[in-house]
């Protein structure tokens, strides 16, 4: 898989801890500068920045800027396709489930 192909997968993209915060904390709010965002880590404004920009790679951050900061705001629709993936493994695990409580019931 090649390098260009993972920075734009939103699986690469959600894998990472500080990058599933940075979605969670950008859902709370419409939008939102990296002043903002930066304390909420314990790294630096830099490296917080460099996952904002894989996380827009992936399309599911979009910025713009006001003055000389820079808002960040969630594109979560790229989201629904980790969903959709999902759902096949919910339903796997919830005909498990069923199958389990019929043998106990026995």
């Known amino acids: 898989m090649s390098t260009a192909y993972q920075e ?12 599933r915060k940075l979605i969670r904390l950008l859902a709370d709010s419409e939008e939102v500068p990296l002043y903002e965002l930066t304390p909420h880590f314990q790294i630096g404004r830099t490296a917080v920045s460099k996952h ?16 000389r900061e820079t808002r960040y705001r ?9 969903k959709d993936w999902l759902a096949f493994y919910e339903k796997f695990w919830n005909e498990r489930a069923i199958l389990l409580k019929n043998i106990l019931e026995e």
């Open 74 to 82: 969630l594109n979560a629709a790229p989201l629904q396709e980790v």
């Open 8 to 19: 734009r997968d939103v699986y690469v993209a959600i894998a990472d801890p500080t990058r």
């Open 52 to 67: 904002l920009a894989i996380l827009k790679k992936a399309d599911l951050v979009t910025n713009r800027k006001v003055g």
